[in-house]
């Protein structure tokens, strides 16, 4: 009988882990670092991932009842303004509170 020995599993990248020590702009930039690769015209699913990511973050921001209309103005952008704002915290601050006044204007 052969020893055989066990072959080794090739290992998936270890993605980064939210710990509770971050600051709200760390968890989001994490967040938006694992799907950004995913926002192309391509995609026909990524502005609903987009927004699943970002919600609770605009949550914060806006509130809960100005959130999903909010989070609906910003992933209606054209693509590369949202891949912009994934990747700047302080500018999703900005275009959230842009779109809270333009809808509390209205």
């Given at each position: 009988?052969?020893?055989?020995?066990?072959?080794?599993?090739?290992?998936?990248?270890?993605?980064?882990?939210?710990?509770?020590?971050?600051?709200?702009?760390?968890?989001?930039l994490?967040?938006?670092?694992?799907?950004?690769?995913?926002?192309?015209?391509?995609?026909?699913?990524?502005?609903?991932?987009?927004?699943?990511?970002?919600?609770?973050?605009?949550?914060?921001?806006?509130?809960?009842?100005?959130?999903?209309?909010?989070?609906?103005?910003?992933?209606?952008?054209?693509?590369?303004?949202i891949?912009?704002?994934?990747?700047?915290?302080?500018?999703?601050?900005?275009?959230?509170?842009?779109?809270?006044?333009?809808?509390?204007?209205?």
């Amino acid at each position: 009988m052969m020893n055989q020995q066990p072959q080794p599993q090739p290992q998936q990248p270890q993605q980064p882990q939210v710990s509770p020590q971050m600051s709200v702009e760390q968890r989001f930039l994490l967040a938006c670092q694992q799907i950004i690769y995913a926002v192309v015209p391509e995609n026909p699913n990524y502005k609903e991932q987009v927004g699943t990511v970002i919600f609770d973050f605009i949550k914060q921001i806006a509130g809960p009842e100005m959130a999903p209309k909010v989070t609906g103005m910003l992933i209606d952008l054209p693509i590369e303004d949202i891949k912009l704002i994934m990747q700047d915290w302080s500018l999703l601050q900005t275009r959230v509170q842009q779109a809270s006044e333009l809808l509390q204007n209205q």
